[in-house]
């Protein structure tokens, strides 16, 4: 039995020498990355000639364990049981079944456990071939290489897109609206939408955009599609329209009594009304929504956009943009936002 786990752990190194960058100093650099809450609403989005009971506030939520191949046959549970090398709380048996689990963390670093789902998509990237370069998180492996990004609304002011592109940032996610939390729900534009937009094209920088969802039903997540497709003209984009549905954890939300069967209802309904018109769709998440939440199965025809401010993606799913910390300093933006990173294929 040591004899196999040796001689696996002898091939997961070659692996590793042979699939990440050289020369590297370290082989898992760790990153520290301050964050808060993927579902924390940070201020209030109140009109500024509106001051009413009813307010619609709201703000973007900017809220594996896997286990070697054994090419000599399926791991058992006297294996498990009989190798200290093998994490026992990896790997569940049930009536002979075997289960993989996650054990991952919040932002509060509460702790969950849930079962990964072998139907979904499991996540290509190895957590070694992750590194720093000064306040960046970046991935090289033999597959794919990685770019930077920044996710910007109102809340960041002018920007000096100019500068950001200089610092090294190719692509931005900007908020194109959001509907309000309040129980009347009005849909609204960002109101830095355009300069953003414009800025950023200029630039030379890489766009999406983005729509904080509060929709409650299939009905408000196509008007809320439809909202973003009147707002975007027919404006070419270089990255995908996100739908970005979040709880609201510091105040009373229409969406609050929201299933998850409702959310992933809703994500498909606005997915498809943005995919009909051209554009390329995508979701936002986190761990939580993934565990608990959002059905991925459902959603398996659209990329997403995974937010987690670890040192490391804990989830064992595909992603293709990380948003890695909410707390950046970026020049050419004036206090915090946030940042990200796109995981991109090698030609």
Not at 11 to 31: H, K, N, P, Q, Y
Not at 206 to 231: C, P, R, T, W
Request: aromatic share 12%.
């Amino acid at each position: 039995m040591r004899k196999k786990w040796l001689g696996i752990a002898l091939m997961v190194f070659t692996m590793f020498l042979t699939g990440c960058m050289e020369g590297r100093t370290s082989a898992r650099t760790e990153v520290t990355v301050d964050g808060e809450s993927e579902d924390e609403l940070q201020d209030d989005e109140l009109s500024e000639d509106k001051a009413s009971t009813d307010e619609e506030q709201q703000e973007e939520d900017q809220s594996s364990a896997t286990d070697a191949d054994d090419s000599s046959g399926a791991v058992t549970e006297e294996d498990v049981l009989a190798d200290d090398s093998f994490p026992d709380d990896d790997v569940v048996f049930t009536g002979g079944t075997q289960k993989k689990m996650l054990h991952f963390v919040d932002v509060f670093q509460n702790h969950y456990e849930v079962e990964i789902n072998p139907n979904i998509e499991a996540t290509p990237y190895d957590d070694q071939c992750f590194f720093s370069e000064g306040n960046k998180v970046m991935y090289e492996d033999a597959n794919y290489t990685s770019r930077q990004g920044v996710d910007v609304s109102h809340h960041q002011g002018a920007i000096d897109w100019a500068r950001v592109k200089a610092a090294g940032y190719d692509f931005a996610f900007i908020r194109i609206g959001y509907r309000g939390y309040g129980t009347t729900g009005s849909v609204n534009l960002d109101r830095e939408f355009y300069n953003n937009l414009k800025g950023a094209q200029v630039a030379g920088i890489d766009v999406g955009v983005y729509f904080f969802s509060q929709a409650i039903s299939k009905e408000e997540a196509i008007e809320e599609a439809e909202f973003v497709l009147d707002a975007l003209k027919g404006v070419a984009l270089e990255l995908p329209v996100v739908f970005d549905p979040e709880n609201i954890l510091d105040d009373v939300a229409r969406t609050d009594n929201v299933s998850g069967e409702q959310f992933t209802e809703n994500t498909i309904a606005f997915c498809e009304r943005i995919r009909q018109a051209g554009y390329e769709p995508m979701i936002y998440s986190n761990m939580l929504w993934e565990a608990y939440t959002l059905d991925l199965e459902q959603l398996s025809a659209y990329p997403v956009w995974y937010a987690d401010y670890e040192p490391l993606p804990q989830t064992p799913y595909h992603y293709v943009f990380w948003q890695y910390n909410n707390k950046a300093t970026v020049p050419g933006i004036s206090g915090e936002t946030d940042v990200n990173l796109q995981m991109m294929p090698r030609a």
